[in-house]
């Protein structure tokens, strides 16, 4: 496989620490996987391309959350999971390296054993500003989406407190 067909290597960090927990949080998504499907579970594994936090303010529209860009060639995968699955539960695990948080989510639908698996990162200091809408609705969101912007789906997580920082953790 080339560095242009890898995904896990999409994500460019400046640091050697940052570039391998980066590489570390998509071994261990690629593990999870492995795990759930090792139980009977249909599960994709998505190495994101990039993450954003946004705002309510940060855009033309009411949104808040995680923004993730999933590349092309995992779209499908991703799509048919998220079709098929209604995601009513999900794990987090996170680690924190030079103030950028690595992420994966596990997106569950335990009735149909469907698993979808997330990796991303995002700089701590962009979380902030997200936080008012967090506390207003009680709630968080991921959003999934293409490069080009087509939208893949949404989740709403109302146990949002496993998905944030360390550093705002009550």
């Known amino acids: 496989m080339t560095k242009a067909e890898d995904d896990s290597l999409g994500m460019r960090r400046t640091s ?12 261990d998504m690629q593990a ?8 009977g579970w249909d599960a994709v594994a998505i190495p994101t391309v990039h993450t954003s936090v946004i705002s309510r303010d940060s855009g033309d529209d009411d949104r808040f959350g995680f923004i993730y860009v999933v ?6 995968a991703f799509t ?7 995601f009513t539960t999900y794990e987090a ?4 390296v030079n103030n950028v948080t690595f992420l994966v989510t596990e997106l569950l639908d335990p009735d149909a054993k469907i698993a979808i698996l997330v990796a991303g990162s995002y700089e701590e200091r962009f979380f902030q ?11 968080l969101y991921s959003h999934f989406k293409l490069l080009n912007g087509d939208v893949l789906g949404t989740i709403r997580h ?3 407190e496993p998905l944030l920082p360390d550093s705002l953790k009550q």
């Open 80 to 86: 048919d999971a998220f079709e098929r699955g209604t």
């Open 16 to 27: 050697g620490a940052t570039k391998q927990a980066w590489k570390q949080t998509n071994e």
């Open 71 to 76: 590349p092309n060639n995992h779209a499908d």
């Open 32 to 39: 999870m996987a492995k795990g759930r499907r090792d139980d």
């Open 93 to 96: 695990y996170q680690n924190e």
């Open 158 to 160: 109302d146990e949002y």
């Open 129 to 139: 500003p997200v936080m008012p809408a967090i506390l207003d609705e009680q709630a």
